[in-house]
């Protein structure tokens, strides 16, 4: 069941990053000039209190951290990251291979 699960919100995510892929690209062509949607403009759509806890929460308990390397983080493209959490998703919920060579009980 959680491997269904896993495997079902990796498959969605999946698609949502191919869908931002889409748009930016078309988005991209329009305007003559690489364009993208970052993840803080996409997280700030959806919910802006939500980001700015998880902001304030990361500049609290990695602070060294903050500025070289966490704020860039939040200036990503927006299906690149999407995709990368649907991949470990998709990779959590898979099915085992099978043992070669051991006896089944």
Do not use: E
Not at 14 to 43: E, P, Q
Not at 68 to 96: E, S
């Amino acid at each position: 069941m959680i491997r269904f699960l896993l495997r079902f919100l990796g498959l969605c995510l999946l698609a949502t990053a191919f869908v931002f892929f889409v748009y930016d690209g078309t988005k991209s062509i329009a305007n003559h000039n690489l364009a993208y949607t970052r993840l803080d403009d996409m997280w700030a759509i959806i919910d802006q209190n939500s980001l700015n806890l998880v902001q304030n929460w990361l500049r609290q308990k990695f602070a060294w951290a903050w500025d070289p390397y966490l704020l860039r983080g939040f200036d990503l493209p927006a299906w690149g990251v999407i995709a990368i959490v649907a991949t470990i998703l998709i990779l959590l919920g898979r099915k085992k291979k099978p043992l070669i060579g051991y006896a089944r009980d």
